[in-house]
């Protein structure tokens, strides 16, 4: 519980970290910093900027609550001398960096953690190691040594992102593209093979193609390669969020496929549990994985073009910014306020399905 809460604790802050730095950046009063919401447990007002930084009961979740922003409802933290600077007195331009700050910390913090864990672990080319007789991959041509650069137009980084292709692929035909060393002239050539899904062999409720990749190789201290491969995570981690949500969409994801914070302590205190006899630095390690999904998660939750969500205030602000006037505040506190009870309704359900799921 100590560590899931520490864990998600560094995420929310570092998130709204990103807002609060933008805001000062941009000469915007902020009237609260907090980790958590609900009574608050211990704060402190610094009395430079006049900020309360607060610690409240429940902790999964936080805000940075600037000056005008929710109609100033902490106005005892206002200078006295009227110094203060409301959110909405900067321009669009500017609130949307403040914005967007938040989704974009997150990503930043992932791709930090990504970093650590590829210079500790390597990388998984996709690069192919043996191709089973007789299914998808040989009838197309496929063979060891090959490295897959694309799959279903999608660009290829790593192994992994061919198998989350193929996850939300299902049994469809799917075409590959990849790279082969011309055995004569030792340069690579690339190819494309058509992957029949008629083919495919089912197994656990995956469709396999009888591909085996070679496995991770280690990167040493070569630099641009670590930031390389962090990227390559990173931009792994977003498209598996991405990937989900379309299927949820499509109803192809129960709601057994949904975790809350509930769940995401069960996650972390089973795999602490499966890799403490590996050592100390596999456990922080695979912490560290769990935090650039976790991470990368909430930026791309947090951009999603809902109403509350930052996504949806960044819809407003590109509007007033098109049209050079702001939509209409009864307006956009209206939607907003629709889009919270939305948000609040999801948020029991996602924690009574939660409980109902480890039960």
Known sequence: MILALVVLSVIVLFHEFG????????????????????????????KKSGTRYSWKLFPFGGSCAMLGEFGDEEGENDPEDGSGVSFFSR???????????????????AFVFAMVIVSWSGYDPARIQEVTPGQAADAAGL?????????????????????????????????????????ETGKWESHEAFLDADLFTLQNGRYLTGIQFSGYESLGFNIPKIIKYGAAEVRYAVLTVVDSLKE??????????IAGPVRI??????????????????VFMNIL?????????????????FPALDGGRLVFLAYELAAKKPVDQRIEGAVNMAGM???????????????????
């Open 265 to 282: 302590v069960s996650i972390i205190d089973d795999t602490v549990d499966q890799v403490r006899p590996y050592g100390l630095v596999t």
């Open 143 to 183: 063979k060891a040594g090959d490295v897959i650069t694309k799959i279903g137009g999608r660009r290829v980084m790593i192994a992994r992102d061919v198998v989350l292709k193929m996850l939300v692929n299902g049994n469809r035909d799917i075409t590959v593209q990849y790279d082969r060393m011309d055995g």
């Open 248 to 257: 949820l969409v499509k109803g192809r994801i129960s709601a057994d496929d």
């Open 19 to 46: 807002h609060f730095l933008l805001a000062r950046l941009n000469g915007i009063t902020v009237v609260e910093f907090s980790l958590g919401f609900g009574p608050r447990l211990l704060s402190h007002v610094s």
């Open 341 to 359: 009870a939305l948000l609040m309704a999801f948020m029991v359900f996602v924690l009574l399905n939660d409980v109902r799921f480890l039960m």
């Open 289 to 305: 994985n769990l935090m650039v999904m976790f991470s990368a998660n909430l930026g791309v939750m947090n951009l999603l073009p």
């Open 91 to 109: 321009s669009p331009a500017a609130r949307m960096s403040v914005v967007a700050a938040g989704p974009v910390f997150n990503f930043i913090l």
